[in-house]
């Protein structure tokens, strides 16, 4: 049973920024693709950004120079730095691991707010 724990989220002001990290307990971290997801209220999950087992990765466009994904192997861990946070970042943030199922975290809520 794979477990993932995210920890970081906050109430920020716009601007603001904020890391998240995501601590797996899976053996062989290393070979597997992460992702961050989040779901704003009334809104389906998204990706936010992705990183496979050799460190390339992807962003959504709202999130491009803003955002960067990186992970510690040695760790376990993937990041999501997030710098000029805007209010429509706002919503909860999962972590995902690409393991044969797919598993989830328990989600860390985001809110950038005046």
């Known amino acids: 049973q794979v477990q993932l724990v995210e920890s970081g989220g906050g109430l920020v002001q716009p601007g603001g920024s904020l890391r998240l990290s995501c601590v797996a307990s899976?053996?062989?971290?290393?070979?597997?693709?992460t992702a961050w997801y989040r779901q704003a209220p009334g809104k389906q999950r998204e990706l936010v950004a992705g990183?496979?087992?050799?460190?390339?990765?992807n962003y959504a466009d709202s999130v491009k120079g803003r955002f960067t994904i990186s992970r510690d192997n040695a760790k376990n861990t993937v990041y999501l730095q997030m710098n000029s946070l805007k209010p429509e970042d706002t919503g909860v943030y999962y972590c995902?691991?690409?393991?044969?199922?797919?598993?989830w975290g328990q989600g860390t809520q985001v809110t950038v707010s005046s």
């Open positions: 995902c691991i690409y393991t044969i199922p797919n598993y």
């Open positions: 899976v053996t062989y971290f290393s070979i597997y693709g």
């Open positions: 990183i496979t087992s050799g460190s390339s990765t």
